[in-house]
């Protein structure tokens, strides 16, 4: 599959994403197709399971500002959310969103490995 035809899978608000690149889909891509080695998100699934809220407070908030800019808009949404109730001290229903932002990246990753 091209990048175009996943495009839609990934980036539900394409024209919102296209806009802030400046038009550039070839920037889009070449940040997209980062996306499953990106560090940030390699550290959020490693943490995942544990209990250090500070560590994982920092990596949801960058990659919720990296999901923002590139338009993965499920992900945002959950770091977002993440981030919120543990400033907020909510750490056990925090405990419960990870898992599904962990499956949303999966997803992502799964729709980037389709790119030809």
Known sequence: ????????????????????FSGNVELIEKFVRKFP????????????GD???GEMEMVAHTLKGYS?????????ELCTEIVKLI??????????????????????EKHIAQIS
């Not at 080695?37 to 995942?48: E, N, V």
């Not at 925090?94 to 997803?107: D, L, Q, R, T």
């Open 1 to 20: 599959m091209t990048f175009e035809e996943i495009l839609p899978e990934i980036i539900p608000k394409r024209e919102e994403t296209v806009k802030r």
């Open 37 to 48: 080695q990106y560090d940030t998100w390699l550290k959020f699934k490693q943490i995942a």
């Open 51 to 53: 209990d250090n809220w």
């Open 68 to 76: 923002g800019n590139i338009g993965f808009q499920s992900l945002y």
């Open 87 to 108: 400033r907020e001290k909510k750490c056990d229903a925090a405990k419960k969103i990870i898992p599904e932002a962990v499956s949303c990246g999966e997803n992502i």
